[in-house]
């Protein structure tokens, strides 16, 4: 495939690569979002975060996703821009659920899968999909990912083609290239400048402020002891025991967790300054953790796993120690991840995340149209209601 840039006679070339190693590590490093010396750093977008998984095999044509990285260079090969893009043969690890087309189709005759996938495999988290180098004319090749895109999903004879948890700004491109858009929930925590903890306490309603410190007080009850680790204390023993209750955790959830333990020690070895660990210890021994991921104006909550199980301890360890961590280090917010009504109760309130979904078979395409308009709907309608329930203070 080739595109013309606007604005000059110099040809762009996209091209298709199987795997991240297609890029190297520093021109990756010079798209907006994956620099870490940005504000904007996504650690999710990053090369060692993409890198990892498909080093461990955790995304792979095995587990079902095959990269189909786009790669947009100028003549001379400097790379302009990038998509993370997956042909994926199932829906799992996806976050932005789409089952009831695909069984829509298939009972019709047709056949959903394979399919595209624009996402950071297993992640919930917004983050530029539409990757252009900072070098670049952000608009120009914006239009030439997304118009690719399409491009690449007709010329393989697929169904459908899907970019989740794309930030705002670049679903209006996305919608002009063809794409339906859909709207869902999550719960982020803002940090208004906070001195301290108790700062953010001082905004919540008298009722809900004590509740919380109830419920801090009981996580910790059993003789629990809290712990931050970060860089050089993520030991190959540190991830032992957080991968440990991961896999417990897990397995109980949804049957078959995404990442093995290569994946983690990969992290350790490339992204450790990226890293936050909340680790729970009772009687010297680690029973339950979650991780995080430091942005440049974001801390990440992600997976959390426990082989104890105590009352309250997963909000203390996933929600309470991130917001403190985000006040002590001046993080602007903390996003906990998708879906739970009950963060609102903590100080977490809701925003709207976005996706754009490419539907090829005119009649599905149709369908989902059509629910999506009352979907979106039901969504505004459900966050409106949410925020009049928000714990702070009115005004």
Request: glycine share 10%; net charge negative; proline share 3%.
């Amino acid at each position: 495939m080739r595109q013309n840039r606007d604005g000059g006679d110099t040809a762009a070339r996209l091209t298709v690569a199987t795997s991240l190693d297609a890029f190297t590590p520093e021109e990756w490093a010079g798209l907006r979002g994956a620099m870490r010396s940005d504000g904007a750093y996504n650690p999710f977008i990053s090369y060692d975060f993409l890198w990892a998984l498909e080093e461990s095999g955790c995304a792979t044509r095995r587990t079902g996703w095959l990269g189909q990285h786009l790669r947009l260079e100028a003549s001379d090969g400097a790379l302009l821009g990038a998509v993370p893009c997956y042909l994926k043969s199932h829906s799992q690890g996806e976050y932005v659920f789409d089952y009831g087309w695909a069984d829509a189709l298939e009972r019709a005759g047709g056949r959903y899968y394979p399919k595209l996938q624009v996402s950071v495999p297993f992640t919930p988290v917004t983050g530029p999909r539409l990757l252009t180098h900072s070098d670049a004319e952000e608009a120009h090749v914006h239009r030439a990912l997304a118009e690719g895109l399409v491009t690449l999903a007709n010329q393989l004879g697929l169904s459908s083609l899907h970019v989740t948890f794309a930030p705002e700004q670049e679903i209006g491109v996305l919608q002009r290239a063809g794409f339906l858009t859909r709207t869902d929930q999550q719960f982020h925590f803002f940090n208004k400048g906070y001195a301290c903890y108790d700062d953010f306490l001082e905004t919540l309603t008298s009722r809900k402020r004590k509740a919380l410190k109830k419920e801090r007080r009981a996580a910790l009850e059993a003789g629990i002891e809290l712990e931050w680790l970060t860089g050089s204390d993520l030991t190959e023993a540190v991830w032992d025991d957080f991968f440990a209750f991961y896999m417990d955790t897990g397995s109980r959830k949804w049957g078959r967790p995404y990442l093995n333990r290569l994946f983690f020690s990969l992290l350790g070895e490339r992204m450790a300054d990226d890293i936050l660990l909340v680790m729970a210890k009772r009687a010297g021994r680690s029973v339950a953790g979650a991780i995080n991921f430091i942005g440049g104006d974001a801390l990440y909550g992600r997976n959390w796993g426990a082989v104890e199980h105590h009352p309250f301890l997963h909000f203390e360890v996933c929600y309470h120690q991130a917001i403190e961590f985000a006040i002590a280090n001046k993080i602007n917010r903390v996003e906990a991840g998708a879906q739970g009504e009950h963060k609102l109760a903590r100080g977490y309130v809701p925003v709207t995340t976005h996706s754009a979904h490419y539907i090829a078979h005119p009649g599905l395409r149709r369908a989902v149209a059509d629910y999506l308009s009352g979907e979106r709907r039901e969504v505004e309608a459900i966050g409106e209601f949410l925020a009049q329930h928000s714990p702070y203070k009115k005004g």
